[in-house]
C-alpha cells in the first residue's frame, strides 16, 4: 500500500484545511487508518484514528470538536477535515495504515505512512 498526503498549507488561526490522503491496494478498505503530526523539536503523535468503514473513531484531546476524520473507500481516500486550527496545530501531518479493522493508537502498530503535508497556523 502507498499512501499520498495532500492538502496542506499555511493559514491564519481560526481558518480550515482538509487533509486527504489517497491509498494504493485493493486492501484500503479493510484497513485502520490514521493521521499522525510531528511538530518541530516536538514528537510524533496521533492525532485522529478510524476504523475499517468508519464505525469508530479516535481523536485526540487538543483537536476534540475541531477535527473531524473520514474516509470514502470507495474513493481509497481518507480525509482529517481541521476547523478552527490554532498555531499549534502547526506541524507536518502524515497518514498511516494498519492491516487490520480496528483502528489503533499506537504509532508502532501502523504498517505503512505517507509522506507528510505541511500545516503552517499563523497567529
Known amino acids: 500500500v502507498q499512501l499520498q498526503a495532500s492538502g496542506g498549507g499555511s493559514v491564519q488561526a481560526g481558518g480550515s484545511l482538509r487533509l486527504s490522503c489517497a491509498a494504493s491496494?485493493?486492501?484500503?478498505?479493510?484497513?485502520?487508518m490514521a493521521w499522525f503530526r510531528r511538530a518541530p523539536g516536538k514528537e510524533r503523535e496521533l492525532v485522529a484514528a478510524?476504523?475499517?468503514?468508519?464505525?469508530?473513531?479516535y481523536y485526540v484531546d487538543l483537536v476534540k470538536g475541531r477535527f473531524t476524520i473520514s474516509r470514502d473507500n470507495a474513493k481509497n481516500t481518507i480525509y482529517l477535515q481541521m476547523n478552527s486550527l490554532r498555531p499549534e496545530d502547526t506541524a507536518a501531518y502524515y497518514c498511516a495504515a494498519v492491516r487490520r479493522l480496528q483502528l489503533s493508537t499506537r504509532h508502532d502498530e501502523y504498517d505503512y505512512w505517507g509522506q507528510g503535508t505541511q500545516v503552517t497556523v499563523s497567529s
Open positions: 478510524i476504523n475499517w468503514n468508519g464505525s469508530e473513531k
Open positions: 491496494g485493493r486492501s484500503f478498505s479493510i484497513y485502520g
